[in-house]
Nanobody, 126 residues
């Protein structure tokens, strides 16, 4: 079965940066559409970013566009999310997710994904 393990979270000051990673194993990495979601205390889980199988198509939530960058390294079976100019509102548990599908597709609904990581905490202080 697919296993996804997030890492790279931590506590930073507003304006700081982190690089989150998601290690994938158990299936063929290049068959999978990938995404990042986050959930803050008292709020629903929300879409952050997604990337297609080949990395040619990316999507971002309006709240993070211009600050976050999603990428994947298909040689290392790893998904990344570079988070820059962090704000206190970015504080959340960040999850990676995966689903096999066609090239050129990105899913933004969490119900479309079938495999999930355990999450990594990002805390931004002011």
């Amino acid at each position: 079965q697919v296993q996804l393990v997030e890492s790279g979270g931590g506590s930073v000051q507003a304006g700081g940066s982190l690089r989150l990673s998601c290690a994938f194993s158990g299936r063929t990495f290049t068959n999978y559409v990938l995404g990042w979601f986050r959930q803050a205390p008292g709020k629903e889980r929300e879409f952050v970013s997604g990337i297609s199988r080949g990395g040619t198509v990316t999507r971002y939530a309006a709240s993070v566009k211009g600050r976050f960058t999603i990428s994947r390294d298909n040689a290392k079976n790893t998904l990344y999310l570079e988070v820059n100019n962090l704000k206190p509102e970015d504080t959340a548990v960040y999850y990676c997710a995966a689903r096999p599908h066609n090239y050129g597709v990105v899913f933004i609904r969490d119900s479309k994904y079938e495999d999930w990581g355990q999450g990594t905490q990002v805390t931004v202080s002011s």
